[in-house]
C-alpha cells in the first residue's frame, strides 16, 4: 500500500467520487449541441449535450466510459456548466488547460473552477492530461464550430 | 532450460528502479530490452568500422559490407531461408508488409480478387490490406475468432478461394497470444493458388520458426521485439517472387545502372534496399540472432510456456479479472491480456507503474479484435527470456493492492 | 573556429589504424564517423529508457516518448522548421524522396505535367522521379551544369513552366560539391506554381541549413551524414502540405481508430510515421545535432572552406589530375572529386587504403554526371569537422607515391 | 614506398604489363559469338568476340575500360582463349573461379591457366575479385546462352 499512497495526489476523493458516482448522465431528450470525441489509444468515450435557456446551460448530459480521469474530469464539465453561458463554459476551458500546463491560477479563477481543482494531481502524469482534457476539447470544439461538430457526430 | 538469473545479468536495464521499486519489466510483445552483447555491437561499429557499404574499396568499407552481410546471412540460418538474398532489411514488420502490398500485391491484384486476413491481426496487417483491396476493387475478408481465442479454419477454407490471390495472417497474436496454425493455412492458400504472407512479429522472438518448413511465401519481423535494436526488421521472401517483383524505394544502391533516361535495378537482395541502409542495426541484429541461438529457441518457448502458464493461473485467481484468449499456455505465445471488472486499464496501468511494474494498455494496435470483446481496452502482460515467476507473483499481488487501493482510496 | 584537436578526441574511431597506419578518413560525404557523445546517447537509452513510444502509460514508455520527441524538436529548431510536426523520421533521404514520390507527387502529377531536376542528381532524387512521371506520362526535365559545375539558371528559367508541378534539386553536389542558387530555384519554382523540393543530404550537415529562408516545401536529409547513427532520416514539409497529402506507409501508430471496414489517420507527424519508429537513432540524431549546435553551423562551413580550398590547391599539384566541379572553395561543400590520368580510381583507392587514407571510388550514385565527364568512376576526397590539413597533405603525397609506384611496378 | 610494397603480390609485373599493353584489343570483323558486360559500381567495361574456326577460338578481341586488375585479367583472357574450344574455355573459367575463392589447384591445373596464376594476389582483396572476374562471367555467360547474350548486347 504504501507505493501507492502516493497516488492520492492523482485520485483525489473527488475525483474518485465522480467516477463512481457519474453526475448528469441522463441523454437529453432534444439537445441543442451535442459532440462525441473519443481517445481510442486509451479507449476513452465521451457524449456532452447542451440545452440552452436564455443563453444559459439548462440541460448539460455527459456519458461516457474510460478511465477514473477522463469520466470524473466529465462528470465535473457536466456539474460546473449547468446554468452556465458559452463565454463562461469557454472559459473554464482555458483555466482547465491552464491548470494542465502548471500555470498558477488567481484565487478567483480557482474559485471559477471549483470542485475541478482536484484535477491538479494530474498534472505530475503527463499522459493523463489528455484523458483529463478530452471532455474539455470536446466542449471546445462544439461551442466553437457548432455545425461542423454536429456533422462529424453523424458521420460516425 | 534457461539459466535466467544469468540471462538478467546480461540486461543493463534490469538493474533500474522506477519509482523506487525493482523494474519488473511486462511489456515485451511492444519491444523488449536489449543485452549488453547486442549494445557492445553497436558501440564496436562505430567505434571500429563505422562506413558506408557496397560501394567502398577502402578497409572501413570493406569491413562493414562484411559484417552487414554476415548479419544477414545469420537471420537467414536462424529462419531457415534457402539463400542471403531472400532477406531484405527494412524498418519494422510494418515496412515489411507495406513492401508486399506496394509491389507484390499492387502488381497481381485485380478487381474481384480477394486477400484473406484474420480478426485478430495487427493493424500493421490490416490497413495495408484495406487500403489496397479498396484502390483494386477487390474485398478484403477476415477469417473469425472463436471464442477459445482460436481461429475457425473451417471458416477459413470456405474464405480461401479461387479468386483468394493473397492470405494475410499472423503467426501469434500480439493480444490473444493464439498461435495460429500457419502451415494448414499456407496450404489452404496455396492449394488456392494464392501466397501466404506471415506475421511473424511474435513468433520469431519466441520460437522456432522455419520458413522452408512453414513453407510460406513472405514473412515478416522487427528486430526491437527479439532483443535487437530499433529501427530494424526483415521481410524474407521466396526469391521467385522478389525477382519478379517492381522494386518499392527508388535510389542509391538499389540500382546497377542510371542514365537520365532510365534505370537498371540491381541483384538481390539490394533491388530492395534503396539507400544507406541501417548498417549498425542490422549488424547488432546479428548480434540479437547469436544471442538467441546460444539459449536454443526450443529453451526460449519452453521457458515462456511455463510462465505463461503459472500467469494464466495466478491471474486467475483474481475474480474481476476476465482473461482473453487460450487459457492453455501450450496453445500460445507469452502474451496474457485482461481485463479487471472494476478497474479502467489506464487507471490499473498508471497505478502497477507506481510499483515499478511495466504492462502495456489500450487497444494494442488491434482494435478491431479488442472492440470484438466488448471492451475499447485491455491490460496486457508479455513475457520474455528475463522474466520469472516471481514477478509474476509481483503482478498479480500488484493488481490485489491497486483494487485494495479503488475499494479503500475515495472513501477515506 | 573549430579546435579540430579536441573535436578528434571526441571519434573513437580516428585512433585506428588502417593497414598499420593511422587512418585519414576522407570519406565524408558517404558517411561520416561518430563522437562518443552520439555513442553514449544509444548506450544511455538502451540502458536506462528503452521501451516503445506513445501509447504507453509505464515510466519506460512515457521517458523513451519524451526522448523521442525532444528529439524531433531538436531537428526542427536545428533547420528552423516551424513546428515539430513538421519533421518527419524516415529512414534515409532516399525514403525521405520516395515518400514525397509515393504521397504528394503521385496524387498531383498528371499526363503532360513536368518535373524538374538538375543534371548532378544523387540517383535517390533522380529514380524516384523517373519512374514516377513514367507511371503519369509526365516529363521529367534536367537543369544542365555547366562546364565550371555550376547550374545554368537561364536554362532553368526556361526549363520551369506553367506545366511543372514540382522542382526537384539538390543543396549541394555530393559529387561536384557545388552549392546550387536553391533561393533562386524556390522562386522560379513558386512562381511557376510548382513545389520544391530540396535534397539537403549534402548541405544540412555542413552549413546552417533554414527551411523557412529557403522557403522550400519539402526537404530531405540523413542524419548518418552528419554525426548521427545509420537507419535515420528526416523529411521536412509544410504542415499544409502534409495534412493534404494520402499516407505512405499503413499500420501501427499512423492510425487514430481502425474497423474492420475502414481507418482514420492519426495526427501529423504520426500519419507517416507506420508501426514502430526507429526510436533510439532518432534520439541519437538529437545528440547529433547538439553537437554540430554546440560548434556552430557557421564555424563548421568555414572550417570545410578552409580545408577545401587548401585541397583544391594542393592536389591541382599533382599534373595528372582533374578535378571536377567549382575550383573555387566558396563555391562549394567539401567534396573534392578527381580523377588521375594515369591510374584507374579503383587502383588509386586500393593503394591509398594501404596508406590508411579513405577515400570513396566509384560513380557516387551520380552515374549519369560523371559519365557526362567523359568517365565512369572518379575518386572523391570529402571532408568534415575533424579532418586537418595535415590530413589533406598525405592525400596528396598518397597520391604521389602511387604514381611513383605504378611508374616503377612492373617495371622492375 | 614502404606501404605500398604490399601492393606488389596484387599488381604482379605480368598484370601491369598486360594492363600497359593489353592484347587481342582490336575488334573482330564478323565475330560469331560478342558480349559486353559491366561493373557499373568501378566503372569497368568488357567486350568480348569470339569467331571460331573448326570448334576452336581462331579470333578473340576483348577490349574495355577499367582498372589494372579488370582490363589485365581481360587481356589474359583473350591470350588463354586462342585456340581453344568451348569446353576448354568454359573449364578455365571454373579454374579462376575456383582460384579466386581461395582453392588449391593441381599443378595440370595450374599449367591450363598459365599466367592467369598472377591474379592470384587478388585473392587478398575481396572486393578486387569482381573486377578479376568480369570478363569471365561475361565469356561463360556467352558460351553458355548465345542468343541471350547476343539479345543483351543489341539492347544496351
Ligand atoms: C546529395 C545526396 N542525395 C541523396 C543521398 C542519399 O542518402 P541516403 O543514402 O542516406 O539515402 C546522398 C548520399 O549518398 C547524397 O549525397
Ligand atoms: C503481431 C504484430 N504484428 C505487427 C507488429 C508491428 O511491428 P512494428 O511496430 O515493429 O512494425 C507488431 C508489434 O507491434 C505485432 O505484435
Redesign the interface.
Known amino acids: ?1 504504501r ?2 499512497s ?3 495526489e ?8 465522480h467516477y ?1 458516482n457519474p453526475r448528469n448522465n441522463r441523454e437529453l431528450d432534444a439537445p441543442d449541441l451535442e459532440i462525441e470525441a ?1 481517445n ?6 465521451i457524449k456532452i449535450q447542451l440545452k440552452f435557456e436564455d443563453d444559459r446551460a439548462a440541460g448539460v448530459s455527459v456519458a461516457g ?5 477522463s469520466q470524473s474530469s466529465a462528470s465535473l464539465l457536466a456539474e460546473l456548466s449547468q446554468g452556465r453561458t458559452r463565454e463562461e463554459m469557454k472559459n473554464s476551458v482555458t483555466l482547465v488547460r491552464r491548470m494542465m500546463r502548471g500555470e498558477e491560477l488567481s484565487d478567483s479563477e480557482l474559485d471559477d473552477l471549483g470542485d475541478l481543482e482536484a484535477l491538479r494531481g494530474v498534472r505530475k ?1 503527463p499522459v ?1 492530461i489528455k ?1 483529463a482534457l478530452l471532455s474539455w476539447v470536446a466542449l471546445e470544439d462544439m461551442l466553437d464550430d457548432y455545425p461542423a461538430a454536429r456533422q462529424q457526430v453523424s458521420e460516425r | 532450460m534457461l539459466d535466467v538469473q544469468s540471462i538478467r545479468q546480461d540486461f ?2 534490469l538493474a ?1 528502479k ?4 525493482p ?1 519488473v ?1 511486462l ?1 515485451n510483445a ?2 523488449t ?2 543485452p549488453r552483447q ?2 557492445r555491437t ?2 564496436d561499429f ?7 557499404v ?9 569491413e562493414s ?1 562484411d559484417l552487414y552481410e554476415e548479419a544477414r546471412a545469420k537471420v537467414q540460418r536462424f529462419i531457415n531461408a534457402p539463400v542471403p538474398e531472400s532477406v531484405i532489411w527494412t ?5 515489411s ?2 513492401l508486399v ?2 509491389t507484390w500485391a499492387r502488381a497481381n491484384l485485380q478487381a474481384g480478387d480477394n486477400v484473406v486476413t484474420t ?1 485478430m491481426e ?7 490490406w ?2 489496397l483491396t479498396r484502390q483494386a476493387c477487390a474485398e478484403l475478408r ?1 477469417i473469425p475468432v472463436d471464442d477459445d481465442g482460436l481461429l475457425q479454419m473451417d471458416a477459413a477454407a470456405n474464405l480461401i478461394d479461387e479468386r483468394t490471390r493473397l492470405v494475410a495472417a499472423t503467426h501469434v497474436s500480439n493480444v490473444l497470444g493464439s498461435i495460429t496454425p500457419i502451415h494448414h493455412l499456407t496450404r489452404l492458400a496455396h492449394s488456392a493458388g494464392a501466397v501466404i504472407m506471415v506475421d511473424a512479429a511474435q513468433s520469431v522472438p519466441h520460437m522456432p520458426v522455419d520458413v522452408q518448413a512453414i513453407d510460406c511465401d513472405f514473412l515478416a519481423f ?1 528486430a ?1 521485439k527479439m532483443l535487437g ?5 526483415v521481410l524474407y521472401a521466396r526469391p521467385e517472387l522478389l525477382d519478379a517483383m517492381p522494386p518499392f ?15 537498371r535495378w540491381n541483384d538481390l537482395p539490394y533491388k530492395f534496399e ?8 542490422a549488424i547488432a541484429t546479428g548480434a540479437a540472432v547469436d544471442y538467441l541461438s546460444n539459449l536454443g529457441m526450443e529453451n526460449v518457448q519452453e521457458h515462456e510456456r511455463q510462465i505463461t502458464e503459472y500467469a494464466l493461473r495466478r491471474i486467475r485467481e483474481v475474480e474481476a479479472v476476465t482473461v482473453f484468449g487460450p487459457h492453455d499456455a501450450s496453445l500460445k505465445g507469452g502474451v496474457v491480456s485482461f481485463v479487471h471488472g472494476n478497474i ?4 490499473l ?7 515499478g ?7 494494442h ?1 488491434a ?2 479484435l479488442v ?1 470484438s470483446y466488448g ?3 485491455a491490460a496486457r502482460a508479455s513475457f520474455y527470456i528475463y522474466n520469472t515467476k516471481e514477478e509474476v507473483d509481483l503482478l498479480v499481488d500488484g493488481i490485489l ?2 483494487e ?3 475499494a479503500h ?4
Open positions: 500500500m507505493a501507492l502516493e497516488l492520492d492523482l485520485y483525489e476523493e473527488i475525483i474518485l467520487d463512481r473519443d481510442p489509444f486509451c479507449g476513452d468515450e466510459r474510460g478511465c477514473a480521469i502524469y493523463r484523458c | 543493463p536495464i533500474r522506477v519509482n523506487g521499486n523494474l519489466y511489456d511492444a519491444t530490452q536489449k547486442v549494445i553497436l558501440v562505430y567505434q571500429q568500422h563505422n562506413a558506408n557496397h560501394r567502398g574499396v577502402h578497409t572501413l568499407s570493406i559490407t524498418r519494422n514488420t510494418s515496412e508488409i507495406n502490398a506496394y480478426a495487427h493493424h500493421s496487417n490490416i490497413v495495408p484495406q487500403q477476415y522487427s526491437h535494436p530499433t529501427g530494424i526488421g524505394m527508388y535510389g542509391g544502391d538499389m540500382i546497377i545502372e542510371v542514365t537520365y533516361e532510365d534505370a534503396a539507400g544507406t541502409p541501417n548498417i549498425a542495426d479502467h486499464p489506464h487507471d496501468g498508471t497505478a502497477l507503474d507506481r510499483m511494474i511495466a504492462i502495456r494498455t489500450g487497444h494496435c482494435m478491431p472492440r471492451v475499447v481496452a493492492e491497486v485494495r487501493y479503488f482510496a475515495g472513501a477515506k
